[in-house]
């Protein structure tokens, strides 16, 4: 059973050197602002605490991973600061997972969209289930993937993005996000994951931090300026949420 918080709900549990972050949302997992605000604390606070040394990332439930964006915040956007606040909480988020000094390890248990699939992108590695079928659904609404571009083109590469933005109804199953480069592993079924992410992260997280973060910030070179780009990519997805576009392609989405 999920939460039904209306600006979502967030829990860390410590587990030896793991992490296990949860985040939930009753519209599928998706994120508020204040939801992502506090996300991205959470994560800058882990990443200082020299007690653990792996990050699990995972929702609530049994269904969705995540929906992207709060549709009801976006559709609230009625300003270009607004719109930029907005957008920079996925932003910030991408942001605190890169600069991490803890592996982050995904657990995508259903479908995922938007900048739910940015989050997973974010991971270090990624455990899903067949169930996870990822969407790139920002165009069909009139603005684009901006935000979370440099992410999914660093797991997947530009022709796999470009087949996943361009068509942005359709779905592309878990076993493609694995081809791809986005999933690590694909299972049956979560209790299948789940056996096994425990094995991994067990694994994992008894080997030497410091040999682990010197590797992940091998695996993140030359991503430095994300920290502009990702706030410049906000303001201009912030300012095409205001377009009579996109207002009245939300409009219709919502009915």
Request: net charge negative.
């Amino acid at each position: 059973m999920g939460t039904d918080r209306e600006n979502g709900s967030l829990y860390i549990k410590i587990d030896g050197n793991v992490a296990i972050v949860e985040f939930g949302h009753p519209a599928s997992n998706s994120f508020t602002a204040e939801l992502l605000d506090r996300l991205t604390k959470e994560l800058n606070q882990l990443s200082t605490n020299d007690s653990i040394s792996v990050v699990v990332l995972k929702s609530e439930g049994d269904r969705a991973f995540c929906a992207g964006a709060s549709f009801d915040e976006l559709m609230a956007v009625s300003n270009l600061e607004e719109g930029k606040i907005f957008f920079s909480g996925f932003a910030n988020v991408i942001n605190a997972m890169r600069k991490c000094k803890k592996v982050i390890v995904g657990r995508v248990q259903g479908k995922t969209v938007g900048g739910g699939v940015g989050l997973a992108s974010a991971c270090d590695y990624v455990f899903a289930t067949e169930a996870a079928a990822i969407r790139l659904s920002e165009l069909s609404i009139g603005i684009a993937p901006l935000v979370i571009e440099p992410a999914v083109e660093r797991k997947i590469g530009t022709a796999a993005l470009s087949e996943l933005s361009l068509a942005p109804l359709e779905w592309k199953n878990a076993y493609w996000a694995e081809e791809k480069g986005l999933f690590s592993k694909v299972f049956d079924d979560l209790k299948a994951l789940d056996k096994d992410l425990d094995f991994f992260v067990q694994k994992l997280s008894s080997y030497n931090p410091d040999a682990l973060l010197e590797w992940k910030r091998v695996l993140w070179k030359s991503t430095d300026h994300w920290d502009t780009l990702l706030k410049d990519r906000a303001a201009i997805t912030g300012q095409l949420v205001l377009s009579e576009f996109t207002r009245e392609a939300l409009s219709k989405f919502k009915k």
